[in-house]
């Protein structure tokens, strides 16, 4: 089965730095896409950066210029460096695969990926 593990989060006070990291096992891929979506309590889960098996990279326009989604190159794992946190950015982060190719103006929505980890909590104080 294939599972997907997020490591990385805290706490860090507003301004500070972290970085997740994901790692995917149980499958041969990934010729999909793999991507960081969160979820604050009584919000819905929303994306926050994707990347393909290309290289292309999107991003919520709430988190463009402060995080870097990458991918080591032939493994089925993503960091997410977060830069300049704010209260706002406290939520659960989960790590998302899919297999198949998605178009890139798909690639932050929840609906298309398959494969999801347990997440891992960030929290930002003010």
């Known amino acids: 089965a294939v599972q997907l593990a997020e490591s990385g989060g805290g706490s860090v006070r507003s301004g500070g730095s972290l970085r997740l990291s994901c790692v995917g096992s149980?499958?041969?891929?990934?010729?999909?896409?793999m991507g960081w979506f969160r979820q604050a309590p009584g919000q819905e889960r929303e994306g926050v950066a994707a990347?393909?098996?290309?290289?292309?990279?999107t991003y919520a326009d709430a988190v463009n210029g402060r995080f870097t989604i990458s991918r080591d190159k032939g493994k089925n794992t993503i960091h997410l460096q977060m830069n300049s946190l704010k209260p706002e950015d406290t939520a659960m982060y989960y790590c998302?695969?899919?297999?198949?190719?998605?178009?890139?103006?798909?690639?932050?929505?929840?609906?298309?990926?398959?494969?999801w980890g347990q997440g891992t909590q960030v929290t930002v104080s003010s």
């Open positions: 149980g499958a041969q891929w990934i010729s999909g896409c």
């Open positions: 998302a695969a899919e297999a198949r190719t998605v178009w890139w103006w798909l690639l932050l929505h929840t609906r298309e990926y398959n494969y």
């Open positions: 990347i393909d098996n290309d290289g292309f990279t």
